[in-house]
């Protein structure tokens, strides 16, 4: 595969955030350049991101103070295809989140009541819940295993999420144990499925051949490309090892050092 050529046909660039663009609260050097670039050329990019423990709000914040300008039609995220996912199936249900007070409110925004009365609950979002209680999980364990009934939806399945310092637990680990507490799993929103991507091209009116995804995680990242029928770009300045590459089933398009080489890649274009 011609790394050039492939890389200069896209027209939309789908970020992952954290491991790909910055780590944690450090911006990775070659970040506000690559974007500049992208503009100068013509091309979209949106910030796709499967962390639910920030709004789109929190991330304008986050991006501005390390200094990139964004507005709320910059990002998809794993909330907005939940609330998607959930108007298309669950419209007008009674919703108990386990999530962060910025995710409930999204939901709201939506249009959905949010009730931390379980008697009420109509059906269960799991999200990465960095305001996490032993409370919550009692109370999700507690409807999953008297209410087999009630639809469980997570709004990512990712097992960690990247610090500075190395990783935390994410959305995916705390489904892990409350798989281990009731037996039961949910269904998973966020990448790897290609449900973003694909809100994503919709959205803009763009072609799969002409998008791709850049982030750092095979399992969801690179699969959630493969998922959209898009271009999977790998980039190996987060989570992903020599070695889980070479394990992996799923394999990326292209892989990459970082995404500076993409903004090498795109001055050679020029």
């Known amino acids: 595969m011609d790394v050039h050529s492939v890389v200069k ?29 992208l503009k100068r050329n013509g091309c979209r990019y949106l910030f796709m991101t499967n962390n639910s423990s920030k709004s789109v709000n929190d991330y304008i914040k986050k991006l501005d103070a390390l200094g990139i300008s964004a507005t709320r039609e910059d990002f998809i995220t794993s909330s907005q295809a939940t609330a998607y996912y959930l108007q ?48 919550k999980l009692h109370d999700v364990s507690y409807l999953l295993l008297t209410k087999p009934e009630l639809p469980y939806i997570a709004t990512n399945p990712d097992l960690v999420c990247p610090t500075e310092f190395g990783s935390v637990p994410d959305c995916g680990s705390v ?26 091209m919709q959205r803009l009116n763009v072609p799969k051949e ?6 750092d995680r095979i399992y ?35 892989v990459l050092k970082d995404a500076g080489e993409i903004l090498s890649i795109l001055k050679t274009c020029t």
């Open 9 to 37: 046909s896209k027209k939309l660039y789908l970020f992952d955030m954290d491991g790909t663009l910055y780590l944690g609260n450090r911006l990775y050097s070659f970040t506000i350049e690559l974007l500049d670039t």
């Open 88 to 135: 298309q199936h669950y419209a007008g249900k009674i919703l108990y989140v386990c999530g962060t007070e910025s995710l409930k409110q999204e939901l709201r925004e939506e249009g959905f009541t949010v009730s931390e009365n379980i008697e009420q609950t109509q059906c269960i979002v799991m999200g990465f819940d960095t305001e996490l209680t032993f409370q």
């Open 175 to 200: 489904c892990q144990m409350i798989y281990n507490a009731t037996g039961r799993r949910p269904v998973v929103i966020g990448k790897p499925s290609g449900l973003m991507p694909e809100l994503a």
């Open 210 to 215: 002409n998008a791709c995804v850049v982030g």
């Open 220 to 254: 969801t990242d690179i699969k959630c490309g493969l998922n959209a029928g898009i271009t999977g770009i790998l980039v190996m300045s987060g989570e992903t090892t020599p070695e889980i590459l070479e394990e992996s089933i799923e394999k990326p398009h292209i």
